[in-house]
């Protein structure tokens, strides 16, 4: 029978214009928010070090609820801190897993033995500023007045991108109670929040939602609000509400094929159908538009630029980019439920790989995964990655890779290299380490597909 679980997936909603008085609220929540995260990185230090100290030794780092609650004393009263006691909750689990993702790298990170030792060394997370009006042009007069070099003129770059592009700490609340998603009149939505301590007036501010009809239908009717992020970008705020649903997934031995994705860079992914013997249903490749991406991009700076609007191209290019990774998950999460295929994926070791590289190969896994959940299926099976690549889907012999195809030595046919790839990965789903040892390993095992 199919298992239920809960799946959680973010909305984006825009405070609709706010008025002069809620945003200078909101600004001076933003300041103090900033500053309070501040002053609790500082005071977690020791912490952070005992952590990593213990992770060493041979024991697991604590999960997030263990670290906010070795938080929760060092941080201050909501009064001192002039913040709300919901926002006061939402910084200490902020603090905690930004702590914990850290320590992760920390432990992670090797040095090159090419490179600077330090080079790349994962660093204490610096702290974010508290927006003020003023600061810019603060920094901008610290840079007339200096005279030669300075000791610490990276730290001060770093400090006038993030005052020049108004950069902030978004404001976490991490309970439903914390924020209410209600109907207001008009057939319209709107979200009060709790931004100012006790004292102040008022504490409590309701924003009208700016949307679609497709949140409204696939979130606010549909899903259970969970958590959210309060973020500010070019003077407009928006608010990321994570919404739990619950979902019936496939059962494992419930699937019917195998759907094998081999991620590359110039295409995204090459996927490959095969049904529960190993033969090949279906092949193809998704996320060829890198030159579109380039041409789009040179018309967007240029419409941006006429209209004197400030544009960041690295910005807009992981935006993209993202987009893109979004539409070929649901492209083959569709192909995987219309065959109720279980989605086989290699298990990369990209510790040499490049930053790029890493991130991308990540990401895709993560949308992919979330959004199968989604649809009813099963998480992606990782297999081993051994020559994946180098084998012939047909014969199961090794042959040479010659730029984007695949020459077979032995019945000489010339393959998509990507999608010869696809169709191992798919296959290796029915690959049983304990019973094919005995008759030869992984490569007798491809080679018995060559009579099917």
């Given at each position: 029978?199919p298992?239920?679980v809960?799946?959680?997936?973010?909305?984006?909603?825009?405070?609709?214009?706010?008025s002069a008085?809620?945003?200078?609220?909101?600004d001076?929540?933003f300041?103090?928010?900033g500053e309070?995260?501040?002053?609790?990185?500082?005071?977690?230090?020791?912490?952070?070090?005992?952590?990593?100290e213990?992770?060493?030794?041979?024991?697991?780092?604590?999960?997030l609820?263990?670290?906010?609650?070795q938080?929760?004393?060092?941080?201050?009263?909501?009064?001192?801190?002039?913040?709300?006691?919901?926002?006061?909750d939402?910084?200490?689990?902020?603090?905690?897993g930004?702590?914990?993702?850290?320590c992760?790298?920390?432990?992670?990170w090797?040095?090159?033995?090419?490179?600077?030792?330090?080079?790349?060394?994962p660093?204490?997370?610096?702290?974010?500023?508290?927006?003020?009006?003023?600061?810019y042009?603060?920094?901008?007069a610290?840079?007339?007045?200096?005279?030669?070099?300075?000791?610490d003129?990276?730290?001060?770059?770093?400090?006038?991108?993030?005052?020049a592009?108004e950069?902030?700490?978004?404001?976490?609340?991490?309970r439903?109670r914390d924020?209410?998603?209600?109907?207001?009149?008009?057939?319209?939505?709107?979200?009060?929040?709790?931004?100012?301590?006790?004292?102040?007036?008022?504490?409590r501010?309701?924003?009208?939602?700016?949307?679609?009809?497709?949140?409204e239908?696939?979130?606010?009717?549909k899903?259970?609000p969970?958590?959210?992020?309060?973020?500010?970008?070019?003077?407009?705020?928006?608010?990321?509400v994570?919404?739990?649903?619950?979902?019936?997934?496939?059962?494992?031995?419930?699937?019917?094929?195998?759907?094998?994705i081999?991620?590359?860079i110039t295409?995204q992914?090459?996927?490959?159908?095969?049904?529960?013997?190993?033969?090949?249903?279906?092949?193809?490749?998704?996320?060829?538009?890198l030159r579109?991406?380039?041409?789009?991009?040179g018309?967007?700076?240029?419409?941006?630029?006429k209209?004197?609007?400030?544009?960041?191209?690295?910005?807009w290019?992981?935006?993209?980019?993202?987009?893109?990774l979004?539409?070929?998950?649901?492209?083959?999460?569709?192909?995987a439920?219309?065959?109720?295929?279980?989605?086989?994926m290699?298990?990369?070791?990209?510790?040499?790989?490049?930053?790029?590289?890493?991130?991308?190969?990540?990401?895709?896994?993560?949308?992919?995964?979330?959004?199968?959940n989604l649809?009813g299926?099963?998480?992606?099976?990782?297999?081993f990655?051994?020559?994946?690549s180098?084998?012939?889907?047909?014969?199961?012999?090794?042959?040479q890779?010659?730029?984007?195809?695949?020459?077979?030595?032995?019945?000489?046919?010339?393959?998509?290299?990507?999608e010869?790839a696809?169709v191992?990965?798919?296959?290796?789903?029915?690959?049983r380490?304990?019973?094919?040892?005995?008759?030869?390993?992984?490569?007798?095992?491809h080679?018995s597909f060559?009579?099917?």
């Amino acid at each position: 029978m199919p298992r239920q679980v809960i799946v959680q997936k973010t909305a984006i909603f825009k405070l609709y214009n706010p008025s002069a008085s809620k945003r200078r609220i909101l600004d001076l929540a933003f300041a103090r928010y900033g500053e309070a995260y501040n002053l609790l990185l500082e005071k977690c230090k020791p912490i952070t070090e005992s952590w990593l100290e213990t992770a060493r030794g041979g024991e697991r780092l604590p999960s997030l609820y263990r670290a906010a609650q070795q938080i929760y004393p060092l941080c201050p009263e909501a009064k001192d801190l002039t913040l709300p006691g919901s926002l006061r909750d939402g910084l200490i689990t902020d603090v905690a897993g930004n702590l914990l993702s850290y320590c992760q790298l920390a432990l992670d990170w090797k040095p090159d033995e090419h490179k600077d030792k330090r080079a790349g060394e994962p660093r204490y997370p610096a702290p974010d500023y508290g927006f003020r009006p003023d600061a810019y042009y603060e920094t901008l007069a610290e840079a007339a007045a200096w005279v030669g070099e300075h000791p610490d003129f990276l730290d001060f770059q770093a400090r006038l991108t993030r005052e020049a592009m108004e950069a902030v700490r978004p404001l976490h609340f991490c309970r439903l109670r914390d924020f209410s998603l209600e109907r207001l009149e008009k057939e319209r939505w709107g979200v009060t929040l709790n931004l100012q301590p006790r004292g102040h007036t008022p504490t409590r501010l309701r924003f009208p939602l700016a949307f679609g009809e497709w949140h409204e239908e696939e979130y606010l009717k549909k899903g259970r609000p969970r958590c959210a992020h309060l973020c500010r970008r070019e003077r407009e705020y928006f608010l990321h509400v994570s919404f739990e649903f619950p979902v019936e997934v496939m059962q494992p031995g419930e699937e019917q094929s195998y759907l094998g994705i081999d991620r590359g860079i110039t295409k995204q992914a090459a996927y490959a159908l095969v049904d529960l013997r190993g033969q090949v249903i279906q092949t193809g490749a998704l996320g060829r538009e890198l030159r579109g991406v380039q041409i789009t991009l040179g018309r967007y700076l240029q419409a941006k630029q006429k209209a004197g609007r400030r544009v960041s191209a690295r910005e807009w290019q992981r935006r993209h980019q993202e987009e893109m990774l979004h539409q070929i998950a649901n492209a083959l999460v569709e192909l995987a439920s219309k065959n109720r295929a279980l989605v086989v994926m290699e298990n990369l070791n990209l510790r040499n790989a490049s930053r790029f590289v890493r991130s991308q190969y990540a990401k895709f896994a993560k949308i992919l995964d979330y959004k199968l959940n989604l649809a009813g299926l099963s998480s992606a099976k990782q297999v081993f990655a051994a020559l994946s690549s180098k084998i012939c889907y047909n014969c199961g012999e090794e042959g040479q890779r010659e730029d984007e195809f695949f020459c077979c030595l032995k019945c000489q046919r010339r393959l998509d290299a990507d999608e010869n790839a696809a169709v191992n990965i798919a296959r290796r789903a029915l690959y049983r380490k304990s019973e094919w040892e005995r008759r030869g390993g992984y490569q007798a095992f491809h080679r018995s597909f060559g009579s099917v």
